[in-house]
C-alpha cells in the first residue's frame, strides 16, 4: 500500500513537470516567429512603430494627469486672474485726484490741531495748502492768531516756505504783534511767536 501512494506521487510529479514543459515550449514558440518577424521589418517601420509606442504612452500620461487635477490646483490657477481683477478694482475706487489728498490732510490737519498737535498740524495745513485747498493756508493765519505761543510760532515757520501775499502780511502782522502769554524780552529758549515770524519773513526774502 505504501509503495503504490509513493508510485502515484512519483507520477503526478512527472506529469505535472511534463505540463509545464509542454507551457514553456508552447510560449516560447509563439514569441519566437513575432520575434522574428519584427526583426525582419524595414528600419523606417521598426521607427514608426517606436514613435507610435511612445505617442501613446505620452497620451496616456497626459490623460492620467489631466484626470487627477485637484479642485485645489483648479483654485490655484484661477487665483491670479481673481486677484488681477479686485486689484484693478481697488484702485478704480482710489482717490486719485490731488484734491481728495488735499482735502485728507486738511482734515488730519484739523485734528492734530484739536488734539494740540500744533507742529503736526501745521504740517498737514502746508501740505493741504500746497495740493491745491486753499482752507490748508486759511487755517495757518488762523493759527498766527492761536491764544498759544506754540500755535502761532509753528503756524509762522509754515508761512515762512509759502510764496504767497496771504502769507506774508500774516507774518509781518504776527511779527508786529503784543501777546500776553509772550514777554516783551523774551529769553533765547523762550517761545516767542513775534519772533518766529520774523525769521520766516527773513526766510521768504532770501527765498
Keep these: 500500500m505504501p509503495s503504490t501512494f509513493t508510485d502515484d506521487l512519483k507520477h503526478m510529479v512527472k506529469d505535472a513537470a511534463s505540463g509545464a ?5 508552447a510560449i ?7 520575434l522574428v518577424k519584427m526583426r525582419a521589418l524595414p528600419a523606417a ?10 505617442a501613446v504612452a505620452v497620451l496616456g ?3 492620467a494627469l489631466r484626470g487627477g487635477k485637484s479642485p485645489r490646483s483648479e483654485r490655484i490657477a484661477d487665483g491670479p486672474s481673481l486677484r488681477a481683477s479686485n486689484l484693478s478694482d481697488v484702485q478704480s475706487e482710489a482717490p486719485r485726484s490731488p484734491a481728495r489728498a488735499a482735502q485728507r490732510s486738511y482734515a488730519v490737519g484739523k485734528a492734530e490741531e484739536k488734539h ?3 507742529k503736526s498740524a501745521a504740517e498737514s495745513y502746508l501740505v493741504a495748502a500746497r495740493k491745491g485747498d486753499a ?3 486759511k487755517k495757518l493765519v488762523a493759527m498766527t492768531h492761536a491764544p498759544k505761543c506754540e500755535a ?3 503756524a509762522a515757520d509754515a508761512l515762512g516756505t509759502m510764496r504767497s501775499k496771504k502769507a506774508t502780511a500774516a507774518l509781518k502782522k504776527l511779527a508786529r504783534s503784543r501777546f500776553k502769554d509772550e514777554s516783551r524780552s523774551p529769553g533765547v529758549f523762550s517761545c516767542s511767536s513775534r519772533r518766529a515770524a520774523q525769521k520766516a519773513l527773513e526766510r521768504q526774502t532770501r527765498g
Excluded at 28 to 34: C, F, I
Aim: glycine share 18%.
Design 152 to 154: 502761532r510760532s509753528e
Design 21 to 25: 514543459r509542454d507551457r514553456l515550449t
Design 28 to 34: 516560447q514558440g509563439g514569441v519566437q516567429p513575432t
Design 61 to 63: 500620461l497626459g490623460l
Design 45 to 54: 517601420t521598426k521607427k514608426k512603430i517606436a514613435v507610435a509606442g511612445v
Design 116 to 118: 494740540g498737535e500744533y
Design 135 to 137: 482752507r490748508g493756508l
